[in-house]
């Protein structure tokens, strides 16, 4: 169970780190997280959000732990949050074949 917990931990950390009330955009968060965060940093933080959404927890808890520590309006994005968070681990795959 610690296992489990450990990653919600560090998602929870990345996701509200990351996409806080004083960010211009998500966008940009994003590109600035990716640009400064180390290689080894990107691994962990791609590994840690896919054991999230291929945990066993339900789709609802899922996008409550995203919208609960992501200050983001996802109506306004048009995504819902796991959309979201996939396009993000997608995003960050890429950063790091461009390290």
């Not at 590109?31 to 066993?56: Q, V, Y």
Request: negative net charge; glycine residues 4%; contains cysteine.
């Amino acid at each position: 169970m610690d296992e489990i917990y450990d990653y919600i931990e560090e998602l929870e950390d990345f996701l509200g780190g990351t996409f806080h009330q004083d960010i211009s955009s998500p966008e940009q968060a994003l590109d600035e997280f990716i640009n400064e965060a180390s290689i080894g940093c990107l691994l962990s933080t791609i590994k840690d959000c896919e054991k999230f959404l291929n945990s066993n927890l339900t789709k609802q808890e899922k996008e409550n732990i995203i919208q609960n520590n992501a200050e983001i309006y996802f109506p306004a994005i048009e995504l819902t949050p796991l959309q979201w968070l996939n396009n993000l681990v997608e995003k960050m795959k890429e950063g790091v074949k461009t390290k």
